[in-house]
């Protein structure tokens, strides 16, 4: 006799990112101010803030953005990845920093109990091209979620 197989039901729902600003980023630019901006990855999904332009190294975005996430994952890998970058006219854009954040009980929570918000925290920002993982400054970013039938 065949054993019933257990059955998974994946749900989902939207999480709002709410990216505020970022203090104390690494200056990149010799000359004038550095114009830096956010790019915003879950999974395949990937979104870019707007340019700050002119406001160095304590950028200001008061951003909202939207994502599309499914529970469970098949990786039960939650992390959301923020890289920021410095908008360059003549050259390549500078990369400044980056910081995966884990949004796994933002969304079982949510899940749960239809909607949860995080409000917003501050996150380190680490450099990884350097050897020693240097402190890049920091950036402040709250959550919503909203399980959707």
Do not use: H
């Not at 709002?16 to 104390?24: I, K, N, S, T």
């Not at 999904?45 to 469970?72: D, H, I, M, Y």
């Not at 854009?93 to 239809?114: H, N, R, W």
């Amino acid at each position: 006799m065949e054993q019933p197989t257990e059955q998974i039901m994946t749900m989902s729902g939207l999480l709002e990112v709410m990216l505020v600003d970022a203090r104390g980023l690494p200056e990149s630019d010799s000359f004038g101010k550095m114009d830096p901006y956010v790019l915003i990855q879950y999974k395949d999904q990937k979104l870019k803030s707007t340019v700050a332009k002119g406001q160095g190294s304590n950028p200001v975005w008061n951003e909202r953005f939207t994502l599309w996430v499914q529970c469970p994952e098949a990786d039960d890998q939650y992390n959301l990845i923020l890289k920021i970058m410095d908008k360059d006219t003549f050259s390549s854009d500078d990369f400044l920093g980056e910081i995966a954040i884990s949004v796994k009980d933002v969304v079982e929570l949510g899940m749960e109990i239809g909607k949860v918000e995080k409000q917003p925290c501050k996150y380190k920002v680490i450099n990884l091209g350097s050897n020693n993982m240097a402190s890049a400054g920091e950036i402040q970013v709250g959550f919503t979620f909203t399980r959707k039938e």
